[in-house]
């Protein structure tokens, strides 16, 4: 099972960037999808973007199109989320899931996912 870490989250205000981080451990990164969900207090997790297994199709939330983007390299594990334009209603914990089976494509469906990291918050001031 892919064990994930994310990191990058922090306070930024209305209009600013950040750049999350996923560090994925395993030899099976570089064959598995990888999502981002995020989850705001007292709202259920949402989809934000997803990736296929080599990066060549991407998949984004209504909520973010045009404005995040996600990409990863299997070089180094890591799947990465930037995040711009960044709005107050972007504020939530935001966590990376591996997809459960090789070779797929992006999900935008939480249960498609079987490891998750611990996330990471990320607060956009008004």
């Known amino acids: 099972q892919v064990q994930l870490v994310e990191s990058g989250g922090g306070l930024v205000q209305a209009g600013g960037s950040l750049r999350l981080s996923c560090a994925a451990s395993?030899?099976?990164?570089?064959?598995?999808?990888m999502g981002w969900f995020r989850q705001a207090p007292g709202k259920e997790r949402e989809f934000v973007a997803a990736?296929?297994?080599?990066?060549?199709?991407?998949n984004y939330g209504d909520a973010v199109k045009g404005r995040f983007t996600i990409s990863r390299d299997n070089a180094q594990n890591t799947v990465y989320l930037q995040m711009n334009s960044l709005k107050p209603e972007d504020t939530a914990v935001y966590y990376c899931?591996?997809?459960?089976?090789?070779?797929?494509?992006?999900?935008?469906?939480?249960?498609?996912?079987?490891?998750w990291g611990q996330g990471t918050q990320v607060t956009v001031s008004s």
């Open positions: 899931g591996a997809d459960r089976f090789a070779y797929g494509l992006g999900s935008t469906l939480s249960t498609a996912y079987g490891s």
């Open positions: 990736i296929s297994w080599n990066g060549g199709r991407t």
């Open positions: 395993g030899r099976t990164f570089s064959r598995t999808a």
